[in-house]
């Protein structure tokens, strides 16, 4: 894979500055007596590079397993397996998981701690850069170089309060003007929601488009991405819809030349670098063996995913060869039978059924041949051979399998095409003229399903699930389908019961952690 000159090399420049400038977890402005300053453009790359580092990293928050504190696992925990998509199984036995499984967490949760620690040092480093790069860039970059790395700066940011507005609904506000040693004022859903806005719509235009930027780095199309998420949500965010403003923001997504991948399962597979940037993946982390490696991202989607095979399981050891898997499997999640029967039929169902059983009747006696299909929709395999067939063409005493690792050369997605596609049918469904249901059956076209002229609601949410699904959106789009809390809409576990029950409707968004209520508050029902 391709690395960008920045987040690969700047990484080692920016440890000191990383530690000494922002290192600590909790929102507090660190003492300016620690601080460091950049005394060279590699300084300041560096420090550029660590708040794009911060998404790959567990450094500086203590949990149970250091892989949890990881931006992009923590994050797309709470959206999966809080949902009908995937569990986490008994067998693993670490704190906090059940109770996510069945939706009864409390404000002692550590992978909720986790998630709302991580949103708040991202904004924090996003914002000293900022600050630095005003303050000392002049002297090394150009003003076109200060807008576009400005730009790319403030869309990590927007990027974590959109996940705070989206998980949690209130938190710390900090920016590059926030006066050092002050305690940051506390907004609410919808003032986080209008700054976070309007910063972006300020200097989004400032971000380099894609054909043009470098791989791994922010591009115009995903600053705009972003803003179409919030617009997407703005009803749950704010009570008032902004559908208009969704479908305004995507035509500077879809409009651009940026193309649908022909092959569906390549887009997760080792070599979807291909994809990242000027393609249909408008924004992805790369990960790279030996140089960008994380126990996020991609490495805890397939390593948690694949399961041990036994002796007597020579179909599975056959798999696990056919997809390059040569790590320690992590044998934990496991996808819900309401995935699996939606997937039904269509060519996107990347499962491993194996003898494994569908339902999950009883997560207590689970074993790993007992309980819940095998996702295998991310895979270290290349596209030029997906299934190993060259290797497992040969002797076995001459296949020499490219992978030996556990860590993951998959580079995570973030936002897709296909997805901005799924959003404009929204946008259509909601009255905005934006041509969406063409976009909509453009995704089911790549992959062969029969057009639908004019989908329904729940066509379009069924739509989102098989094309996005182990993406981290399943939660917030049955939240906005008004399919999350409550007991419209049942799932296996939902509530703590196996035929699934209502849950409050104070569960669409998480408690803030405890460690955090004196100073931020607490969420109602919490």
Avoid at 153 to 161: D, E, H, I, P, S
Avoid at 243 to 256: I, M, P, R, S
Avoid at 335 to 352: I, N, T
Avoid at 452 to 467: K, N, T, V, Y
Wanted: hydrophobic share 35%; net charge negative.
């Amino acid at each position: 894979m391709k690395i960008s000159k920045y987040l690969v090399p700047g990484i080692v420049a920016a440890c000191g500055m990383l530690t000494s400038c922002v290192g600590d977890l909790n929102v507090q402005p660190d003492d300016p007596n620690t601080k460091t300053e950049p005394t060279s453009r590699a300084d300041l790359e560096g420090f550029f590079a660590s708040v794009y580092y911060d998404l790959y990293t567990d450094q500086g928050l203590s949990v149970s397993d250091g892989g949890r504190a990881v931006f992009t696992r923590c994050h797309t925990d709470l959206n999966e397996i809080t949902s009908d998509e995937f569990f986490i199984s008994e067998k693993w036995q670490d704190p906090g998981y059940q109770v996510l499984n069945m939706n009864t967490w409390t404000d002692t949760n550590e992978w909720i701690y986790a998630a709302f620690s991580r949103e708040n040092h991202l904004a924090k480093l996003a914002s000293v850069f900022i600050a630095n790069l005003h303050q000392y860039g002049p002297q090394w970059y150009t003003d076109e170089e200060i807008k576009a790395m400005d730009a790319e700066a403030r869309v990590l940011r927007g990027y974590a309060y959109y996940q705070n507005i989206d998980l949690f609904g209130r938190g710390p506000w900090i920016d590059e003007t926030s006066p050092t040693g002050a305690t940051p004022p506390t907004y609410d859903r919808k003032q986080l929601f209008e700054a976070t806005v309007a910063d972006l719509t300020a200097y989004v235009d400032n971000l380099i488009p894609a054909a043009q930027q470098v791989y791994g780095r922010i591009s115009r199309e995903a600053g705009y991405m972003l803003l179409a998420k919030l617009y997407l949500n703005a009803e749950v965010y704010t009570g008032t819809p902004m559908w208009q403003e969704c479908a305004n923001a995507l035509k500077n997504v879809v409009g651009t030349g940026i193309q649908l991948a022909k092959e569906y399962k390549y887009l997760f597979c080792a070599s979807n670098d291909r994809y990242v940037g000027n393609g249909e993946i408008i924004w992805g982390l790369p990960q790279e063996i030996g140089r960008l490696e994380t126990w996020g991202g991609t490495t805890s989607l397939v390593c948690a995913s694949y399961m041990e095979p036994d002796d007597s399981d020579s179909a599975l050891a056959q798999k696990l060869k056919e997809l390059n898997f040569y790590g320690t499997p992590w044998s934990g999640l496991r996808m819900r039978p309401e995935l699996s029967q939606a997937l039904k039929g269509d060519p996107r169902r990347l499962v491993y059924e194996g003898s494994y059983q569908e339902e999950i009747p009883d997560l207590v006696a689970y074993n790993e041949t007992s309980c819940g299909y095998m996702s295998i929709k991310y895979t270290f395999t290349t596209e030029d051979d997906y299934y190993n067939e060259r290797v497992l063409a040969l002797p076995a005493d001459e296949q020499v399998f490219n992978n030996s690792s556990q860590m993951s050369n998959v580079d995570f997605p973030i936002f897709r095409l296909a997805d901005a596609y799924l959003m404009l049918a929204e946008c259509q469904l909601h009255g905005v003229q934006c041509d969406g249901f063409t976009y909509f059956n453009k995704v089911r076209d790549r992959v062969g399903l029969e057009p639908i002229a004019s989908p329904s609601a729940d066509q379009i949410l069924h739509e989102r699930q098989c094309e996005l699904y182990s993406e981290g959106f399943r939660r917030s789009d049955l939240i906005r389908f008004n399919r999350y809390t409550g007991s419209t809409y049942l799932w296996s576990w939902k509530g703590g019961q196996y035929t699934g029950t209502s849950i409050p409707a104070t569960h669409a968004v998480f408690p803030i952690p405890y460690q955090y209520v004196v100073t931020v508050g607490q969420n109602p029902g919490y």
